[in-house]
Nanobody, 121 residues
Framework: QVRLVESGGGLVQPGGSLRLSCAASGSIFSINAMGWYRQAPGKERELVAMFTSGDSTNYSDSVKGRFTISRDNANAKNMVYLQMNSLKPEDTAVYYC?????????????WGKGTLVNVSS
């Protein structure tokens, strides 16, 4: 089992910045990919940015150039961050951390409870 806890959401004006954090605990050795999804009201959950296997990153086209995913695995930390700049009202959503745990040939998807980002003037 992997437990994910997000933090850093809040209310921000258009053009502003926020930094989200996700802390992983539990069976972190199983994690093969980790990153961020979001779900806006009335819409499906969508990929924002992910570290995939081999340390590659994958970004949604809508956030490229504005959002940056990073991580810190030093000193037993298991953190993933999402730096969000030039925020737009359409970025308003609940942001979820996701980790993919691999156990042999099977994968389990773990989700945090989410943190709300509200971009509004």
């Amino acid at each position: 089992q992997v437990r994910l806890v997000e933090s850093g959401g809040g209310l921000v004006q258009p053009g502003g910045s926020l930094r989200l954090s996700c802390a992983a605990s539990g069976s972190i050795f199983s994690i093969n990919a980790m990153g961020w999804y979001r779900q806006a009201p009335g819409k499906e959950r969508e990929l924002v940015a992910m570290f995939t296997s081999g340390d590659s990153t994958n970004y949604s086209d809508s956030v490229k150039g504005r959002f940056t995913i990073s991580r810190d695995n030093a000193n037993a930390k298991n953190m993933v961050y999402l730096q969000m700049n030039s925020l737009k009202p359409e970025d308003t959503a609940v942001y979820y951390c996701r980790a993919d745990g691999w156990y042999g040939s099977t994968v389990e998807y773990y989700w945090g409870k989410g943190t709300l980002v509200n971009v509004s003037s």
